[in-house]
């Protein structure tokens, strides 16, 4: 009945909505320059009541309702942007342009679907509050900067969001996939995969083009290092275990006749178990250092983490409550079982440094049936975009309206009822 009462008003909520998420979808903004994102996002849970604390982590935004005596649930959505030129043919496509870590002007689009991650939480904190009737304790919102970077979660910490807020019972977040849209799906343990970024810099000695035998040639170098990982996975890790070794970014040189000096790549690797995960950062060193040696490199090559994220692991009783309350709700036919996810997030710091459980699902996105068609033929991962991809374009509904039930499901089943 509390989630009825709480959820009445959620139909005629839809069009403001879809209004917020058309514009946070125009104007995205990458990590930690979340500045627009933010105060429309604040001013919004100003608006609804609650006590509101902005700038944590830089741009992130903290919303706290409380409520009478009970349990603190904290309720998590990323708020950035990434450096990819939108080619979705939306008539609200990004047009936004921004400035990278390394101040290059890029274009930026949420092609990851924190907008709609925004969005829904924004919905569903102002439904809350609506009916705080039909609950009693305490609602943490928390609007986080800089999750594409692995590090806004942890920004927030260090900037005393519990300090803040207080230690909150459960911390709850979703993600928008390329599923059916109203799609809800959950698993116990492990979900996503954890994350290292690394940069690596190959030192060679340049020189003309035309006179390779005085040079060592970095982009000689560089095209070893780049096929020899790729047999870490294929032979140094077991066919019952699982990782991804990919090279990003190889730049080296800057015309055609000039043989360079040094070359620069950057190289994830995503695994699920932290002995693969030291197995994989082992061999990748050892590789890379073996093959500077062996093309004669005159200084030995630089390694230096870019980002790091743990595993999502969520609890596994709190995930079976969660998965009851959804399936209650939504019906059976709507509730399944998530896969193990080889994207990665920061949200489990939240949970990590207050010691408490947490969960952490996924909703579908996308039209229906051409999904499930190309699932039913084979063609999935060939022809539907996923996040990160410029064509990734979750369709509002009945996207909107699934994901602010599920958050409003999930916080009232760890909220007490008066």
Known sequence: MSVDGVLAGVQEMLPGLEKLYVDLHRHPELSFAEHRTAAELAGRLETAGYEVHTGLGGTGVLGVLRNGPGPAVMVRADIDALPVEEKTGLDYASRARGRDGDGKDVPVMHACGHDMHATWLAGAAELLARGRAHWRGTLQVVFQPGEEHGSGAAAMVRDGVFDIAGRPSVVL??????????????????????T????????????????????????????????????????EIAATESAVVTVGSLHVGTTHNVIADHAVLEVNVRTFDDQVRRKVLAAIERIVQGEAVVAGSPLPPEITRLASFPVTENDGGTTAELTEAFRAHFGPDRVFEAPLVTGSEDFGEFARVAGVPSVFWLVGGLEAGPVLAAMAEGRFERDVPSNHSPLFAPVPHPTLRTGVETLVVGALRFLSVP
């Open 196 to 235: 290292d970024a690394l940069r690596i810099v190959l030192h060679g000695r340049g020189g003309h083009g035309s006179r390779p035998e005085t040079t060592v040639d970095p982009a000689v170098l560089a095209a070893s290092v780049v096929l020899r990982l790729q047999t870490i996975v294929s032979r």
């Open 173 to 194: 977040g979703q993600h928008v996939v390329p599923g059916p849209a109203g799609w809800v799906l959950t698993r116990p343990g492990v979900l996503m995969a954890a």
